[in-house]
């Protein structure tokens, strides 16, 4: 869900304040170190990658960090890699690693999934918050969602209705 959620999101930074944004993601479950990607979302402007997001519900530890580097940062040339997290925070030395890289020139960050689509929905106006609602029912409604995960939001809706 985090995955669809953050897709979401960032189509509707994009089409609410009009950006020249390309969203590519991969689909849940989804290697993107096969398909060769730098992250689970890739944001381009002018077909050069502007960011690249990795999703985990996993822990980040230093290992991690120093893996994603070697395996994506580092041979696709990224300098904007964002961690979008959504159990445990990242350990100490998970961000040790990551200000190593940044003095490298590339900035590597840690961001909670959940605080920063609130943040972004609550900043954006009714409007695009509107626009969210449709890009996510839109995304939920393909048929690359597993079954599992669209059950689970009908429960969840159903739970905040009841």
């Known amino acids: 869900m985090p995955v669809l959620l953050a897709v979401a999101t960032f189509q509707t930074i ?7 944004w390309e969203i590519e993601w991969q689909g849940i479950n989804v290697s993107d170190r096969a398909s060769g990607v730098g992250g689970d979302i890739t944001v381009k402007r002018n077909g050069a990658v502007a960011l690249a997001v990795e999703i ?40 040790a ?6 003095a490298q020139g590339h900035e590597i960050n840690f961001v909670p999934v959940k605080d920063w689509i609130i943040t972004t929905l609550t900043t954006i106006g009714p409007k695009c918050r509107a626009m969210f609602t449709d890009a996510f029912l839109e995304l939920l409604s393909t048929g690359t969602v597993p079954a599992a995960l669209k059950v689970a939001w009908n429960e969840r809706v159903r739970n905040i209705v009841n």
């Open 97 to 102: 690693a990551a200000r190593q890289y940044f």
């Open 14 to 20: 994009k089409n609410c304040f009009l950006l020249d």
């Open 56 to 95: 985990t519900e996993r822990p980040i530890d230093r290992a991690r960090v120093v893996s994603t580097f070697n395996t994506k940062i580092s041979p696709n040339g990224l300098d904007d890699y964002l961690f979008f997290f959504s159990a445990a925070k990242p350990d100490d030395d998970s961000r």
